[in-house]
Nanobody, 122 residues
Framework: VQLQASGGGLVQAGGYLRVSCAAS????????MGWFRQAPGKEREFVAG????????YYADSVKGRFTISRDNAKNTLDLQMNNLKPEDTAIYYC????????????????WGPGTLVTVSS
């Protein structure tokens, strides 16, 4: 599976942005998918995850109620709608695919995209 994220950019605090991830290759629907982010000088952290059939979604406390993860298995796409953005949301956002293990941990993910930069100005 190859992943390519897009949709990052610069937005003011309180604004919104949608980042997307396109997957190539077969069996996209067999992977749980996740979004992670990494801010300068910080470790990569879990943002949101979604089950294979989109029947379960999971969020970090810091984004709960503001971000929404979704997937379209027919189109091999993963999206993250980010509303009410805050300066602390500034980071490179990565999409990733997991075959097994906890959806919350980076070590559970087998494939990573190159990331897309989201900058939120105050």
């Amino acid at each position: 599976v190859q992943l390519q994220a897009s949709g990052g950019g610069l937005v003011q605090a309180g604004g919104y942005l949608r980042v997307s991830c396109a997957a190539s290759g077969r069996f996209f629907s067999s992977y749980r998918m996740g979004w992670f982010r990494q801010a300068p000088g910080k470790e990569r952290e879990f943002v949101a995850g979604i089950n294979r059939s989109a029947d379960g979604t999971y969020y970090a406390d810091s984004v709960k109620g503001r971000f929404t993860i979704s997937r379209d298995n027919a189109k091999n796409t993963l999206d993250l709608q980010m509303n009410n953005l805050k300066p602390e949301d500034t980071a490179i956002y990565y999409c990733a695919a997991s075959a097994s293990g906890s959806i919350f941990y980076t070590t559970s993910y087998n494939y990573w995209g190159p990331g897309t930069l989201v900058t939120v100005s105050s």
